[in-house]
């Protein structure tokens, strides 16, 4: 435990880290550029985004989870990767006139055939970061993916500020890909094979077959919206669709995306050596749950100061979506690993089937929506969440042999604490309402009253995130005392 413990810190700095620059990118760009330009680079995004999950082909899960990681075997990892990554960039490339044709934006067609390059670079980074994360080496990932996020907003600011308009966030992929590839080649650890090989190649073919079918659905079932919109209601919306999901997306950016390159690789450890799942899967839902609920309400309540402060008066209209844009990643907090479970379980053709069911269902009830308006898109979200947990939590009680029971119990502490930290910040919003008070203002009182709340929460239910709070407060504690006393030694 206190392995993992290490992990997750390193991996939530890592997170945090990339989040403060992506944030202050977000703040700066969403002044520097408005939502038609968002909304261009928003649809390309897509095709690269599909091209991308193709170009992974679940190679990083390979190597992860692979019981015997022979030379051969990543060798052909290796293979996979150039082999799809080159395949990749040149299919991105000759489909870049047809997208652009379809939507009636050159831009389109500029974006795509500019990072297009990037799959030709990718492979010989990422291979090098996937082994990092089955050794569990978060330091060096810390270092990597930190170095190239500030490269890749500076470089997105920069060029904007200067009139690139939306190819500076084209450019500002390639540039953090350059500094991922360069970086993880430095650290390269001795023992990795530099040469492909094809021995082992029908091994990585299997297992990413049926991943990458359950990725790709995924991708589907996130960017179907977009790709809608963008037909029936314009860029504009697109590019609001875009910056009201980069909101509502912070907390699985700073927790789940945080959290599951520890989560996976320690659920498949204790798969190989024979352990129990259950208790595990269970405890890290109490505590996403115990910090999501809370993070999602106090968006709601909160969605003016936030939107005005964070994105500015061109996005005003995303103000009243908020509301109800939160219920759906709200419900999903019902089983935020569910991916990583199944994959570490060894059971991913049960996980692709799952997936296949779910956004099929939300591909068409998005769908319907997305004809009629940007609000009725956002009910449509949450109704399809709603369905999708209906459908992957019996397969999930199967597969560690729990229960509804259990997974309620697990969960109702959470409740509570999203009350009570809801509580906090509506007595803070009543107490700072006046048309005198700045956002920045608002918002800092109501951060401090949710953190209250927050904390008076977890101590009447005593969640599990109570004493992993004092852990930490305790680390902090012991550490500052060791400096102090180690200088004054020095001294």
């Known amino acids: 435990m206190a392995s993992i413990r290490k992990s997750l810190t390193q991996t939530f700095a890592t997170t945090y880290l990339k989040l403060i620059l992506q944030v202050v990118g977000l703040i700066v760009l969403a002044r520097l550029l408005g939502p038609e330009e968002i909304g261009i680079y928003t649809i390309a995004a897509v095709f690269v985004g599909f091209a991308q999950e193709l170009r992974n082909f679940a190679v990083g899960h390979y190597i992860i989870q692979e019981p015997d990681l022979t030379p051969h075997?990543?060798?052909?990892?290796?293979?996979?990767?150039?082999?799809?990554?080159?395949?990749?960039?040149?299919?991105?490339?000759?489909?870049?006139?047809?997208?652009g044709t379809l939507y009636g934006e050159p831009g389109i067609e500029s974006i795509l055939s500019l990072v297009a390059l990037n799959f030709l670079l990718v492979p010989f980074g990422t291979i090098v970061l996937a082994y990092f994360r089955r050794e569990m080496q978060f330091g060096k990932i810390m270092l990597v993916e930190t170095a190239s996020t500030m490269v890749h907003t500076a470089t997105g600011i920069i060029l904007a500020y200067i009139g690139f308009s939306y190819m500076s966030l084209a450019w500002a992929a390639i540039a953090g890909t350059v500094t991922t590839l360069l970086l993880a080649q430095l650290m390269r650890p001795a023992g990795i094979p530099w040469l492909p090989g094809v021995r082992e190649i029908k091994r990585v073919f299997s297992f990413g077959l049926y991943m990458t079918g359950s990725t790709m659905v995924g991708r589907l079932g996130i960017d179907i919206p977009s790709l809608i919109i963008g037909k029936t209601l314009g860029m504009p919306a697109v590019g609001l669709l875009s910056r009201g999901s980069s909101l509502v997306r912070i907390f699985d950016r700073l927790i789940v995306q945080g959290a599951r390159p520890v989560i996976m690789p320690y659920l498949s450890a204790k798969k190989r050596s024979g352990g129990e799942l259950d208790t595990s899967y269970l405890y890290a839902v109490t505590c996403v749950s115990g910090m999501a609920w809370p993070f999602f309400i106090s968006l709601a309540l909160l969605a003016?100061?936030?939107?005005?402060?964070?994105l500015g008066p061109k996005w005003t209209e995303i103000i009243p979506l908020l509301s109800v844009w939160v219920l759906a990643p709200s419900l999903r907090m019902l089983t935020p690993f569910a991916q990583d479970l199944f994959v570490a379980s060894g059971s991913v053709k049960l996980f692709f089937r799952l997936q296949t069911y779910m956004i099929s269902v939300h591909v068409v009830v998005v769908t319907l929506a997305a004809f009629h308006s940007l609000q009725a898109l956002i009910i449509a979200f949450s109704i399809s969440q709603f369905i999708q947990q209906a459908i992957v939590s019996p397969a999930i009680y199967r597969l560690i042999k729990t229960d509804l029971r259990a997974h309620w119990k697990a969960v109702v502490p959470s409740v509570y604490v999203a009350l009570t930290t809801a509580i906090a910040v509506s007595v803070s919003i009543f107490l700072t309402d006046s048309p005198d008070t700045r956002p920045l203002t608002e918002l800092s009182a109501a951060s401090f009253a949710a953190l209250l709340g927050w904390i008076t929460g977890c101590y009447m239910?005593?969640?599990?995130?109570?004493?992993?709070?004092?852990?930490?407060?305790?680390a902090i504690w012991h550490h500052s005392r060791r400096l102090m006393n180690s200088r004054q030694s020095a001294k």
Do not use: C, Q, W
């Open 73 to 99: 075997r990543f060798r052909a990892a290796f293979s996979v990767t150039l082999i799809l990554g080159f395949s990749m960039g040149l299919a991105l490339y000759l489909a870049a006139p047809f997208a």
């Open 461 to 474: 239910v005593k969640h599990p995130l109570l004493t992993e709070f004092k852990r930490i407060v305790s």
């Open 304 to 310: 003016d100061p936030v939107v005005n402060l964070v």
